[in-house]
């Protein structure tokens, strides 16, 4: 049964389908964010956008192809921009501010764009591998943003070192240990965001719906509302920790 992280809505959350835990937190602490949910809605008013963009419509988008993307979604759907030029912000140079002020890298690009377009993110939107230079020929000077950090290899350099040097810099990347019920915990966070207009009793709905569409292995098992109001409380702390 479908729950309310599975189907796009311009209201409601990012759909976040990718394989990887570690990934899907990276991704989910992002989108989630009230203030990062604040500046997709301005920019779509921006676009004129007023339904999200079906993510099929939309597969053929490439980081230096926008123009082409734009062209595609006039043909599909009977709606257009307001300003064909304000598509610009959706380009890797246009969403750079919203890479600085969340301290993401380059990975989050296409992570950024579809999210404000279709409300939809996949694996292939998200491009970590590491960016490889060598200056055994040539010299090559690297520019680095504040959310980057170069590590410097030798011939003569570990596998085992690299590890270590990567482990010290971790706090500083911001790379947490994933959580590994981070899906459930988002959920119930959503449906407590949804339930939460409608007063008391907020936890004991969130059960009920939640023992409707995730039927227990075991019928004796009961989700406790205050293991839910808990792991709440938890995401959220996640999801406001400073950048």
Known sequence: MKTILDTPSINGPIVIKVKSK???????????????LHEVKDIRRHLGINELIRYNELKVLKQEDVHGLSIHFELLTDKSLKDWRSFDSLTPEGIDYLLHKYRKSQAFVNVIRFAILSGYVCDEHFDNDPIYYHAFKRGVDISLDSNEVAFIVYPET??????????????????????????????WYWMYKKEKTSGRGIYKRIVEDWEKKHLPKDPNDY?????????????????????
């Open 158 to 187: 570990k596998i085992e070192q690299l590890e270590e040097r990567f482990k010290q810099y971790k706090d500083y990347l911001k790379i947490s240990d994933v959580k590994s019920e981070i899906k459930r915990d988002r959920e």
């Open 223 to 243: 989700i406790d509302p205050n293991k839910i109001e808990q792991a709440v409380s938890r995401y959220k702390k996640l999801l406001n920790a400073d950048i």
């Open 22 to 36: 570690w990934t899907y937190e990276a991704i989910a602490l992002l989108v989630d964010r009230d203030d990062f």
